[in-house]
């Protein structure tokens, strides 16, 4: 790649990084998208620096091998995103079983309130054999009570930790105990574990039904990238129209459009969206009440 290629693809390059900035400002404006990231910085410090060293080094690479700097900038991109999209459901996975420990522990807190257990006591109690997905938050809320927070402000910095619909619901009925009678409260929370069990349920059933599409797509993105792959080892000369600023300008338009396929099906892969109960005037009306 001489010096004159490299400047002709500087712009397109300058481009390619112009749009990312914007499509990043974009990303960061869209309300829906708060879940998303609060998901990423969830993420331990390790697993953020793996996939970042892994998409430098695959947009390094990329560069290199093929001479287009549009190339690197798609293959860095393509190095973080695509193994979360086109592995396993993780995301309605975990979610599923964010539910199920909620409902889990919606029956906990039923029963140890059953038992004559004041609501501190039996949050207290059931902090250590909350279930794992929910415990260190469920930890968290007892600790808040001891330390002297109300009950609105406890349950509702752990609604917003578990980040679940049902999670709100449960915190919601907890803000508003002092004022029921434990039978009307154990009741409650027995019918929100059995809503929580349903959402379990039907996340498990939608993953399944998007396995078919999910495996459809990588059997595509391993042909198309073979068919890359092949084409820059067999015959190089197929592919020098790319050398060009209008070719690198093609690359870009085309590594978009497969951008905006993926960033589509990511969306639709996206773990079925419900609607969050939980907001601050919420439990403070509760708490009035």
Do not use: C
């Amino acid at each position: 790649m001489t010096f004159s290629t490299i400047t002709q693809a500087a712009p397109v390059l300058s481009g390619a990084l112009l749009g990312g900035g914007l499509a990043g400002i974009a990303y960061a404006a869209v309300p829906h998208t708060g879940r998303i990231r609060e998901r990423l910085a969830r993420l331990p410090k390790a697993t953020m620096a793996r996939r970042a060293v892994l998409a430098i080094a695959a947009g390094a690479g990329a560069a290199l091998v093929t001479g287009w700097p549009v190339a690197g900038v798609l293959a860095a991109a393509g190095a973080w995103w695509l193994p979360r999209l086109l592995g396993p459901d993780a995301a309605s996975a975990a979610e599923a079983r964010r539910a199920e420990a909620v409902a889990a522990w919606a029956q906990q807190l039923r029963d140890l309130i059953a038992g004559s257990a004041g609501l501190h006591q039996a949050i207290a109690k059931s902090a250590p054999i909350a279930p794992q997905p929910v415990r260190a938050e469920v930890g968290q809320l007892a600790q808040r009570l001891r330390a002297g927070a109300t009950v609105e402000e406890a349950v509702e910095a752990f609604s917003t930790k578990v980040d679940n619909p049902t999670a709100d619901l449960v915190a919601i009925a907890l803000a508003t105990a002092e004022g029921r009678h434990a039978a009307e409260l154990g009741e409650l929370l027995g019918r929100l574990a059995e809503a929580s069990r349903d959402r379990a349920a039907l996340l498990a059933r939608t993953s399944a039904s998007r396995a078919r599409t999910r495996s459809s797509v990588r059997i595509i993105t391993a042909m198309a990238l073979l068919m890359v792959t092949g084409l820059l080892v067999a015959n190089r000369q197929y592919l020098e129209p790319f050398d060009t600023v209008t070719g690198q300008a093609v690359l870009a338009v085309v590594g978009a459009t497969w951008a905006a396929g993926f960033a589509w099906m990511a969306r639709l892969a996206a773990p079925v969206a419900a609607p969050r109960p939980m907001r601050p005037a919420t439990v403070q009306a509760g708490g009035a009440g």
